[in-house]
C-alpha cells in the first residue's frame, strides 16, 4: 500500500497517518509530514553548529573577490589593501559564506544601512569544471543572520548581478552534469520505464508504466539544452507511450506528473505528438470527476473509468488533491479549445470559493451530499495534505492573464489568515515558520512541503494589484524572504547539510523527529530560492542553493543516479535505491534555472509552473 504506483501512494500523505495504520505511536507533539517509509528513531537535535575558522573553502575567498572588484575599477591596491584584509578577516571570523551574526567592519569602508550599502560580503569565485564534491564538508547553520527577518541587508546593483550571473554560469555547468548522469543511466537500464533505481540499476512500474520519468523529466531536457535527449524521448512518447494501465492510478500524481509534463513538453517544443498523448490522457483522468458533486474522486483506472476515493482517507477528498489540477486543466482546454477540461476542474474551486471560511483557511478533507461538500477534516496546513490549493489560487490567476479576480480575492484572503494565525517566530532565534492549525490548536511544526510558500508568497507580492510597495505585498514580501531562510537552516543544520521530511518547533528553535528524519530528494526549498532569486536579483539565494547542490552531490549520488536519504544527521549512511521522478523534474530543473541567467523561462511576465514544476505561458489577454 506504501509503494509509489499503488493506487493509495502520495507522497502528500501525512507521516502520523501511515504510522498509525501500522500500528506505530506517535511521541507526544509529533505532527505528520509527506508519506515515506522512514525509520521512527529518537529525535536529533537540528541545531548543529559548525566552527568555521579552522575551514579552508576553495571558492570563497572574500579578499580575493574584492581584490579583482578593485583591479577591474583600476584603483591603487596600496590605498584599499589593509581595509580589504581587516574586511576578510571579520568574514572569516563568522564564517566563510556568511556570519553567525551582522559582520562589523572597523575600518569602515562602507556603510551596512539596511538596503543602502554597496557593500556585498558573499561573492565567490567560479567554480572549476573538475570540482571535488567529495571534499565539501557542510558549512553549519546560524549563519547569513542578517537575512532572518526578511530584510535586504545590501543594496542589489547592476555590477553585482552580472557577478552573480558569471558565478552562476559555473555553478549551472556542474547541475547539468549532474542531469547528464543520471540520463545516460536512466537511457541505457531504465529507458520508457516509469522509475530507475539509483543503486542496483534496476527499474519499476510504479506508475503503471506509462514512462512517468521520462516524461516528468521532458521540459527539464529542453530548458537544460539537452534537446538530442529531449527528442529521443520525444520518439518514444510517440511510438510507445500508451494510457491504459491494467490498475488504478493516482488522479493527482498522474495529472502533475505526466499530463502536466507532456503539457509542457509541448508549450515548449511545439510539437503536436505530446498534445495529442496529453489529451488522451485528460480524457481518461476526467472521468475521476464524474461525481455527485463534480470533485474528482483520487484515484482512477484509466482503461474502464471507474473511480473511487481511498479508504485510508475515509473516503474523503483531499484538498491538495482536488485543488491541484486547474493549472493543468486550463491549459488542456487552452491548446485544444475544448472547454470541457476547464470546466470541470473549475467546478472544484467554484466549491471551495462557497466553503471558504472568513479567514481563508480551508480545512484538508471534504465529503459530498445532496447539497454539496462539507467539512470533514479541518485540519490547516500549508504542508502535506493542503499545500498547493493554495499555490493554484495564485497561480490560475497568473495563468489566465490576471482577468479572474476570484481567484486573487482567494489567495488575499488566505494570506490574511496565514498571518494572522499561522505565521510563528522561534525560540531562541526568531526563525519565521507556518505552523498547522487543528480543532483550533496549533501543531509547531514545518513540512519541507511548506517552503514552496516562499516562492507563492514573492511572486504574489511582485504581482500585488495595489503594487510591490503596498503595505500588503511588503509584508508578503517580508515573510517569504524569511520563511526561505527557515527553510535554508532547515539544511544548514544537519550533518549533511540536508533538511528532513518536516522539523518540529520547540526548544532550540527546532529538532529533526525521530519519525522522519529522511529526504527523499524533494524540491521546495530550492524553488523558493529560485523565485526569490529570480524576482529580487539577491545572490544570496544562488549561495545556499550551491551550498544545497553540494550536500545533495556528496550524500546522495549514486553509481546511476541520486538517491535518497534515510537520515539527514547521519552522513556516515549511504543513500537508499530510490529515485523519485520529481528529482528530475523539479529539484534538478529548480537547481538549474537557479544558476541560469539565460533561462528562456520567465516567471513574472511569461510562464507559470504548475506544482511539479512544469511550465506553459500565461494566457494572452485575446485568448
Not at 307 to 333: D, K, P, V
Not at 407 to 423: A, E, I, T, Y
Not at 510 to 525: D, H, Q, T
Not at 601 to 619: G, S
Request: include cysteine; glycine fraction near 10%.
Amino acid at each position: 500500500m506504501l509503494a509509489p504506483g499503488d493506487a493509495n501512494y502520495n507522497p502528500h500523505r501525512a507521516v502520523d497517518d501511515v504510522l498509525a495504520e501500522e500500528g506505530v505511536e506517535l511521541e507526544d507533539n509529533v505532527g505528520d509530514g509527506a508519506m515515506y517509509a522512514g525509520d521512527v528513531g529518537d529525535h536529533h537535535k537540528g541545531d548543529q553548529q559548525v566552527d568555521l575558522s579552522e575551514k579552508e573553502d576553495m571558492h570563497n575567498h572574500f579578499a580575493e573577490a574584492v581584490r579583482q572588484h578593485i583591479e577591474a575599477e583600476k584603483k591603487s591596491l596600496s590605498e584599499k589593501l589593509h581595509t580589504i584584509k581587516e574586511s576578510a578577516a571579520e568574514v572569516m571570523k563568522h564564517g566563510l559564506r556568511g556570519g553567525a551574526g551582522e559582520v562589523k567592519v572597523e575600518a569602515k569602508p562602507v556603510e551596512f544601512d539596511k538596503g543602502e550599502s554597496t557593500y556585498y560580503p558573499y561573492m565567490t569565485m567560479p567554480v572549476p569544471e573538475d570540482y571535488d564534491f567529495t571534499k565539501y564538508e557542510p558549512l553549519g547553520g546560524g549563519r547569513f543572520a542578517e537575512y532572518k527577518d526578511g530584510d535586504s541587508p545590501y543594496a542589489i546593483t547592476d555590477k553585482l548581478k552580472e557577478q552573480s550571473d558569471e558565478l552562476a554560469r559555473s555553478r549551472r555547468f556542474h547541475v547539468l552534469k549532474g542531469m547528464k548522469h543520471i540520463w545516460k543511466n536512466y537511457k541505457e537500464k531504465a529507458f520508457g520505464s516509469d522509475e530507475l533505481h539509483p543503486i542496483s540499476g534496476t527499474t519499476s512500474q510504479n506508475w503503471g508504466g506509462m514512462g512517468t520519468t521520462l516524461v516528468d523529466a521532458l521540459d527539464t531536457l529542453w530548458l537544460m539544452g539537452m534537446k538530442d535527449e529531449f527528442y529521443d524521448a520525444r520518439d518514444w512518447v510517440r511510438d510507445h507511450l500508451h494510457h491504459s494501465p491494467p490498475g488504478d492510478v493516482s488522479v493527482f500524481e498522474t495529472t502533475i506528473r505526466s499530463l502536466g509534463g507532456l503539457l509542457s513538453a509541448y508549450d515548449l517544443s511545439g510539437d503536436k505528438v505530446f498534445l495529442d498523448k496529453a489529451e488522451d490522457l485528460g480524457k481518461r483522468l476526467q472521468k475521476a470527476y464524474n461525481t455527485k458533486s463534480g470533485l474528482p474522486h483520487g484515484s482512477v483506472n484509466l482503461s474502464t473509468g471507474s473511480s473511487h476515493n481511498f479508504g485510508w482517507y475515509g473516503n474523503n477528498f483531499i484538498l491538495a488533491e482536488i485543488g491541484t489540477q486547474q493549472i493543468e486543466y486550463r491549459y488542456l482546454s487552452h491548446a485544444t479549445g475544448n472547454p470541457e477540461y476547464a470546466k470541470k476542474s473549475d467546478r472544484v474551486f467554484e466549491l471551495l470559493e462557497q466553503k471558504m471560511p472568513a479567514d481563508g483557511l480551508l480545512g484538508e478533507g471534504f465529503s459530498e451530499n445532496s447539497g454539496g461538500i462539507s467539512v470533514t477534516k479541518d485540519k490547516v496546513s500549508f504542508g502535506a495534505m493542503g499545500d498547493s490549493t493554495y499555490e493554484y489560487m495564485i497561480k490560475q490567476w497568473l495563468q489566465t492573464g490576471k482577468k479572474e479576480k476570484r481567484f486573487r480575492d482567494m489567495w488575499d484572503r488566505s494570506m490574511d489568515g496565514l498571518h494572522n494565525q499561522l505565521v510563528q517566530k522561534s525560540s531562541p532565534s526568531g526563525l519565521t515558520y507556518l505552523a498547522d492549525r487543528e480543532h483550533g490548536r496549533l501543531n509547531h511544526k514545518m513540512d519541507h512541503l511548506a517552503c514552496f510558500m516562499g516562492g507563492a508568497l514573492s511572486i504574489g507580492a511582485y504581482t500585488d494589484p495595489d503594487g510591490l510597495n503596498s503595505p500588503r505585498a511588503q509584508r508578503d514580501l517580508k515573510t517569504a524572504k524569511a520563511l526561505t531562510y527557515t527553510c535554508y537552516q532547515m539544511y544548514a543544520r544537519s550533518k549533511t547539510g540536508i533538511s528532513p521530511e518536516y522539523v518540529q518547533f520547540g526548544g532550540n528553535d527546532f529538532s529533526i523527529p525521530g519519525n522522519a528524519p529522511f529526504y527523499i530528494l524533494r524540491p521546495e526549498v530550492v524553488e523558493a530560492f529560485y523565485y526569490l532569486s529570480t524576482l529580487t536579483g539577491d545572490p544570496i539565494y544562488r549561495e545556499w542553493g550551491w551550498e544545497v547542490w553540494q550536500s545533495i552531490e556528496k550524500y546522495c549520488r549514486t553509481k546511476y543516479g541520486y538517491g535518497s536519504l534515510k537520515h539527514v544527521d547521519r552522513p556516515d549512511m549511504k543513500p537508499e535505491d530510490r529515485m523519485e521522478s520529481f528529482f528530475l523534474a523539479e529539484t534538478m530543473k529548480y537547481l538549474y534555472l537557479l544558476f541560469d541567467p539565460d533561462s528562456e523561462i520567465d516567471i513574472l511576465n511569461k510562464h507559470v509552473f504548475n506544482t511539479e514544476a512544469h511550465p506553459t505561458k500565461v494566457f494572452s489577454a485575446s485568448s
